[in-house]
């Protein structure tokens, strides 16, 4: 069983940057395909990105492409999600979730306990 553990979230400005970390203590996640995602209060969950396990090709929608970057560092066994240009409905719970496909897989397998982010002034 894969435990996924979010950290990085918290209190910032509009306009300003966060960097959530994803770890997986036991296991290696660049054996997996690593998907962000978000909800928010009374709203679907949305997925931000996706990171592939196969090529590493990094896939993001529409809402924070050019804004958030996906990475991994296989060195430190941790995907991040950079988050710049903070919007206030950038607000909700980030999630990691980590899946043994090659691609993007409708369903991930695992997932974290989520990190919460507040954008306000």
């Known amino acids: 069983q894969v435990q996924l553990v979010e950290s990085g979230g918290g209190l910032v400005q509009p306009g300003g940057s966060l960097r959530l970390s994803c770890a997986a203590p036991g296991f290696t996640l660049g054996h997996y395909t690593i998907g962000w995602f978000r909800q928010a209060p009374g709203k679907e969950r949305e997925g931000l990105s996706c990171?592939?396990?196969?090529?590493?090709?990094?896939y993001y929608a529409d809402s924070v492409q050019g804004r958030f970057t996906a990475s991994r560092d296989n060195t430190k066994n941790t995907v991040y999600l950079q988050m710049n240009s903070l919007k206030p409905e950038d607000t909700a719970t980030y999630y990691c979730?980590?899946?043994?496909?090659?691609?993007?897989?409708?369903?991930?397998?695992?997932w974290g306990q989520g990190t919460q982010v507040t954008v306000s002034s």
């Open positions: 990171i592939t396990r196969s090529d590493g090709n990094v």
């Open positions: 979730a980590a899946d043994s496909s090659e691609m993007c897989p409708y369903e991930y397998d695992y």
